[in-house]
């Protein structure tokens, strides 16, 4: 028997992953017909090759769009690495971004759709979405930097076995290196569901504010422009492979206050400029990746709906597509998250230590976690 062509397997593996959410899809159907709006949100499952999820550590939605919905207020001022590190203790309160300044994100909340009313409240969006495609047993990848080499979400979780290279695999998931995204996804190679982590161990690359940074101003956006620029460029060349799918930026926040964040919706059957009213939140991705495997009551939740509503316009041409472009950013040393993670998996930080001798220690004493483990694509 000969080996199917790479275009027979993709094609392949594309078909069993649809047919098995429409198979569940079905059966939860015959438990009571659906309603309008689940059977739109079902057809918008269905038509889905891959729910890509990138979280951010939260930036309050007025500080990121604030400006560019007309409402009033100061806007960060300053040198270039001013504002672009904003805000700093000196900086006035309820400053924000001109549209200008976050090139990236302001063309996707133009082109495509966002959220009226995106909400974080400490719960981290990939660790939800992780736990729910476990629960569900749908496939998974972590995309990481493989200058970070280890996922920050697996160290968040107290129940994954750090110290076994198998796990993830073992789990249902992979680790996939930031660098290969856009191959992988136009391939079909990748599984349902893609989690994107931000690079805070290497560079402040999501957001996070001064006290997390541990410096005096905050995380430097341009670096966030630059990851979310690498992902929607992936997407977009999955959708040129034929791939469909639905890539949604999020936020975390902080547990001891809820907070208004910005949340992008990247789909090629969203219009542009979109808003949706229902407000959406950290566990949004999980809702979805628990719908698709057939829960009723995921499939009736208000988020579910909505996206189902947002999506049901009929597909772009590619050539419709906008095109991003990655940011300059300076090199900025790693902050006070790599402590945070030797911590975490019982190595003390070392004064004067590089960043990368701590990354090496991390990986060797995480291994589980880790893109250097045996589980790692060649």
Avoid: K, Y
Avoid at 249 to 266: D, H, N, T, Y
């Amino acid at each position: 028997m000969t080996e199917r062509t790479g275009g027979e397997r993709r094609a392949f593996l594309r078909r069993s992953l649809a047919d098995a959410a429409t198979l569940a899809l079905e059966a939860a159907a015959r438990s009571a017909p659906l309603e309008p709006g689940e059977r739109a949100a079902t057809e918008m499952l269905e038509d889905l090759d891959h729910l890509v999820v990138l979280s951010f550590a939260a930036r309050s939605r007025a500080e990121v769009f604030g400006v560019l919905d007309g409402e009033s207020g100061p806007v960060h001022s300053g040198d270039t690495d001013d504002v672009m590190t904003a805000p700093g203790a000196g900086d006035p309160p309820g400053s924000r971004f001109a549209p200008g300044m976050l090139p990236v994100h302001t063309l996707l909340a133009t082109a495509f759709a966002r959220a009226d009313h995106g909400w974080a409240d400490g719960r981290d969006p990939l660790l939800l979405t992780l736990e729910a495609a476990r629960r569900t047993a749908t496939p998974w990848a972590l995309c990481v930097d493989e200058r970070q080499g280890v996922s920050t979400t697996l160290l968040a979780d107290p129940e994954w076995p750090l110290s076994d290279p198998g796990a993830a695999r073992d789990a249902g998931g992979r680790l996939v290196p930031l660098a290969t995204l856009g191959t992988a996804l136009a391939s079909g190679s990748l599984p349902p569901v893609v989690l994107v982590e931000p690079r805070s161990l290497v560079d402040p690359a999501d957001f996070a504010p001064a006290a997390v940074v541990g410096t005096a101003r905050s995380a430097d956006a341009r670096v966030a422009e630059q990851l979310l620029h690498t992902v929607v460029d992936a997407v977009r060349g999955a959708e040129r492979a034929g791939r469909r799918i639905l890539f949604l930026v999020l936020a975390r926040g902080s547990s001891a206050a809820s907070e208004e964040v910005p949340v992008l919706v990247v789909a090629s059957r969203v219009r542009p400029g979109a808003r949706i009213d229902t407000p959406l939140g950290p566990d949004t991705p999980a809702l979805l990746v628990r719908a698709r495997a057939g829960s009723r009551r995921a499939l009736a939740d208000p988020q579910v709906l909505a996206l189902g509503r947002a999506l049901g316009g009929g597909a772009r041409p590619l050539s419709h597509w906008p095109r991003t472009a990655s940011a300059f950013a300076p090199a900025a040393p790693a902050g006070t998250r790599l402590d945070a993670a030797l911590r975490t998996v019982g190595l003390a930080p070392a004064p004067a230590e590089t960043t990368e001798r701590a990354l090496a220690r991390l990986r060797a004493a995480a291994s589980g976690a880790s893109l250097h483990s045996d589980q790692a694509p060649p």
